[in-house]
């Protein structure tokens, strides 16, 4: 079993080296600042009573708020969520926004309830943990298998419990509504992660020698994927692969996402889509293809499979889907690997703009929020590209050098 929490610290110490930074910081960033863990009780549909077991984990502040998403899965445990912690410290110092890093976890399947159990999940996950969040404190927002209408639940449980009117607890709301516009979701934040990617990859896509119109394959069709195959096809890319968690379809002349995104609303699955072959996701991460997208969970690409790992560009949309011995062999191979903390940033970025948002009282304009994403984004691809090629180092060491490094000029304000 390939614990995250290991690669994790694994990836922090290797650039710690690197970069050669003081032990105590690694140290100090090497452990959580605060780890909760909570019994949620739920009244099921048919009366009895379930308890659930959830997670957060409060990383680091120095920057900023603790920022970082909350998933429901059947195999979340708390290794997993402190990872997702420290790459989302790192991830928020890389994108240089005023955010700290943190992650939540339920352990539970949400395709087995209904709606009315989902929400009393949700309601009861703020219940057990309002006391330590809030829009100075810990910031949460979606992640796997969470949606904006959870988002909704949990800010509106919140906002009975503390009194709090600004709706800047959690980010990835719903926009529409009731609610005050002001203190909604933010515009563009369904595409950001998808689209910040595509800004990242746009910016290193030369220097890695891709050409423009080269073929791509996608791992996941949630709001990261499914945004992302319809951003590359637009822009001219032949997404020749994409798939859900059950599997995923093949076709080397490209397929149009919007069909198959639509195939898959109307029949809950990939199979049967017309002019494709059927693939496993173990197979998509091995097809032919210049650029691989994986997009779904951790240890996707490992020591197991990557020598049939032939893309020359990684971009990885996940958090952790490569291993830190298969990040090994794809460097000595000449492969690039677009890390997650710089590949999906959008996200968080977006968030953080919602965040101010809700607390200025005011509503953005998508074509902002997304020149924003760009501006925020590009730079910093660029200057991790720099530092990569100054210290001729992988492009995920070259991006944490660069997160520790702006942690460090903050460290001694924090402790």
């Given amino acids: 079993m390939i614990n995250p929490f290991e690669n994790a610290l694994r990836q922090l110490w290797g650039a710690a080296k690197v970069g050669e930074f003081p032990s105590d910081l690694i140290e100090k ?15 099921m549909d048919d009366g009895t009573l379930r308890f659930f077991e959830g997670y957060r984990v409060q990383h680091c502040n120095w920057r900023g708020p603790y920022k970082g998403g909350i998933r429901f899965h059947q195999n979340a445990d708390i290794d997993e969520v402190r990872a997702l912690a420290l790459w989302m410290t790192m991830k928020t110092a890389v994108a240089g926004i005023a955010m700290g890093g ?35 404190v810990d910031v949460p927002a979606p992640d796997v298998n969470t949606t904006p209408e959870i988002m909704a639940w949990m800010v509106d449980e919140y906002a009975k419990l503390s009194g709090d009117q600004t709706d800047a607890t959690f980010t990835g709301k719903p926009i529409g509504g009731t ?73 080397e002349n490209g397929l149009d996402p919007e069909e198959v995104e639509k195939y898959k609303e109307e029949h809950h699955t990939l199979t049967g889509f017309s ?27 490992t020591d197991q499979n990557v020598s049939r790992v032939s893309a020359k560009l990684i971009l990885e949309l996940a958090n952790g889907p490569t291993t830190p011995e298969a ?18 940033a959008g996200g968080v970025i ?19 929020v997304l020149t924003k994403l760009k501006e925020t984004l590009v730079p910093q691809a660029d200057l991790i590209w720099q530092r990569a090629e ?18 460090a000029s903050v460290q001694g304000q924090a402790v």
């Fill in 29 to 43: 960033l090497s452990r959580s600042e605060k780890e909760i863990t909570v019994t949620i009780p739920v009244r």
């Fill in 102 to 136: 943190g992650k939540g976890g339920v352990v539970v399947d949400p395709k087995e309830l209904s709606v009315s159990e989902l929400e009393r999940l949700s309601r009861g996950f703020v219940r057990a943990l309002w006391r330590d969040i809030g829009p100075r």
């Fill in 179 to 251: 609610r005050p516009q002001n203190r909604q979701g933010s515009e563009g934040r369904g595409a950001a992660t998808g689209l910040g990617g595509f800004y990242v990859f746009d910016a290193v896509r030369a220097r890695a020698g891709v050409a423009e119109g080269a073929s791509v394959a996608i791992q996941g069709m949630g709001n990261v994927g499914g945004h992302a195959a319809k951003i590359f096809a637009s822009h001219g890319y032949k997404v020749v692969a994409m798939s859900d968690s059950k599997g995923g379809i093949y076709n």
């Fill in 275 to 301: 002019d494709a072959k059927e693939i496993s996701n173990a197979e998509l991460l091995e097809l032919p293809v210049d650029v691989l997208v994986p997009a779904a969970l951790e240890n996707q690409i």
């Fill in 327 to 344: 990040d090994e062999i794809l460097h000595q191979r000449g492969a690039v690997v677009v890390p997650d903390i710089l590949a999906n």
């Fill in 350 to 368: 977006v968030s953080t703009f919602e965040w101010e948002q809700n607390l200025a009282g005011e509503h953005w304009e998508e074509e902002k």
């Fill in 390 to 407: 100054e210290k001729k180092v992988p492009l995920r060491v070259a991006a944490f050098i660069v997160a520790l490094e702006r942690l």
